[in-house]
């Protein structure tokens, strides 16, 4: 493969991208680099309660830029790449102070899944190797690292979904020749796995797939939404049956790895602690076909195509919309204020190792209460491709983290076409913009970290400069996510319709809400709580609930 100066090319990607999609095209947000090498690629991202990222790639990647600290070595005669390591794989990423601890990870966490339980600290489960049937506990403090139970999983979980279920579990769904589902923690100790015929009909053979880390998504009903290649069912996984069938996606091209297009459960709006309606929404991903071309050097360009559905609605039927850039490998990222944040990837090729091409460098935000065609904001550019390996996961101040991109099978830094990225970003969309300031709330009641029960009254106390509309005050809920892969596992937004609100004092306000019902709209957990004024959503609180 021919390459070319990294300076030269990053040039040549700034012109085209400034040629192809004009700044006066673009609604706003801006982007701040925060780090200039983590000494990792970030290729799995999760947000802890204590401000923290946790984020690694994978250790047979050879040596990170992150050295373990004291002297402390990885001795591994498993790894395929290095049997002695002296650099970590995983960091924690402070957001408060922009500093970075590196983590002591022993066996290989690539392509792996996670949640994070009801109590806080993060799972995480299988990888390659040695690290397929790992299970892996994070627990949220300054000094905490890694724990690794050998074999906690049945079976091999490479390239799995995983989402947090409303008893606590985590189901951990598929993986690579997996076509199957287990349960972590194990109920009584029992090791068993459950066969998801779904998984083998979705598959388009060993050598392609187009099915691996499937959309999971938990309905309002308790039972979970399973997109895998280009259809979705609705899954009852206590029964194990089939609650319904879905029609296939319009044009019925694959939106699924190595296909990768990306998937957001939109935001559930409650009212009075209850939601009646789920609607899911799939972007990007590339054309049938499009893996093998990429294996023989045609890069196909990416689907431009979002598709809609209703997945509670009797007779569910697909609407699609078309994006303002073609994308694969793309992240969706539920912002503070119910709008979604479309980011990384690229114009053409598919994921997999050297086969994106044409990064998409500007972000899209879709706002899902406009109408068709209009639901669509190009964002300003980042310099920085975000390829293959990429990751964005939503802050408490309503910034997206923005990390990750490695394409290669090693780290490679210079002569190839899309380096090792190692840098981390902020992308701020346009709320957190400063001409907003006086109609931007202010939480001052509760304090962070409360916890709160199911259907309860909650009083949240605000303080703002300008004038409010008491109208267009609501509260959401998010759940932070386990992002790898152009998925955010766990990814969900509760929307908490004001149904008092009142003045307390000189500029404070009182917005009285009702808590989710049940684990079904809101499994037990942290969360982010933001109160949003006028589309623009103060800081985040951390709230448990339980």
Known sequence: MKTCPTSHLILSFLFIS???????????????????????????????????????????????????????CRNNPNDTALKVDCTAHSAEYDVASNKVRPLFVYSDVWCSSGSVNPSGSLVQTGGFNDGERRVRVFDPCPTCDWKEIEFG??????????????????????????????????????????????????????????????????????NLFIFANNRAILYDYVAGKIV??????????????????????????????????????????????????????????????????????????????????????????????????IINGAGSGTAGWEFGRNPVLN???????????????????????????????????????????????????TNVLFPTELALEAFSPNYLDSQFASIRPSIYSPQSQVTVGYGQKLAVRISITGRIQLNS??????????????????????????????????????????TPASGNLAPSGYYLVYVVHQQIPSEGIWVKIQ
């Open 153 to 222: 999983l049945v079976n091999r979980r490479w390239y799995a979904t995983n989402h947090i279920l409303p008893d606590g579990r985590q189901i951990i769904i598929g993986g690579r020749r997996q076509f199957n589902y287990e349960f972590y923690p194990k109920s009584g100790g029992s090791m068993n796995a459950h066969s998801l015929p779904f998984l083998v009909e979705t598959s388009d053979g060993n050598s392609i797939e187009n099915n691996l880390y499937p959309f999971v998504f938990l309905n309002l009903d308790g």
């Open 18 to 72: 400034t040629f192809l999609f004009p700044l006066t095209h673009a609604a706003g947000g801006k982007w701040q680099l925060l780090v200039k090498s983590v000494g990792i690629s970030a290729m799995h991202m999760q947000l802890l309660h204590n401000d923290r990222v946790v984020m690694f790639d994978r250790t047979d990647f050879g040596k990170s830029n992150l050295p373990l600290p004291n002297g402390v």
């Open 244 to 341: 319904k069938t879905y029609p296939t996606i319009p044009g019925g091209d694959p939106r699924s790895y190595p296909s990768t297009g990306s998937a957001v459960l939109l935001p559930l709006k409650t009212s009075k602690g209850q939601a009646v309606a789920a609607e899911v929404l799939v972007c990007g991903g590339a054309p049938k076909g499009s893996y093998v071309k990429a294996e023989s050097g045609t890069f196909v360009p990416a689907l431009k195509t979002c598709a809609r559905i209703k997945i509670t609605d009797p007779n569910p039927q697909w609407v699609v919309e078309n994006m303002p850039l073609a994308r694969v490998m793309g992240d969706m990222t539920l912002l503070a204020n119910g709008d979604v944040l």
């Open 363 to 413: 972000p899209v935000a879709y706002k899902p209460d406009n109408a068709v065609g209009s639901r669509f904001e190009q964002q300003n550019p980042s310099t920085i491709p975000r390829m293959y390996h990429s990751t964005a996961v939503l802050l408490r101040d309503g910034r997206v983290l923005v990390g990750g991109s490695n394409p290669h099978i090693r780290y490679e830094f």
């Open 473 to 514: 005050v609501y509260v959401t809920m998010v759940s932070p996510s386990f992002t790898t892969h152009s998925f955010s596992m766990n990814q969900r937004l509760v929307v908490l319709v004001s149904e008092n609100a009142r003045a307390v004092g000189n500029l404070k306000f009182e917005i009285q809400v009702t």
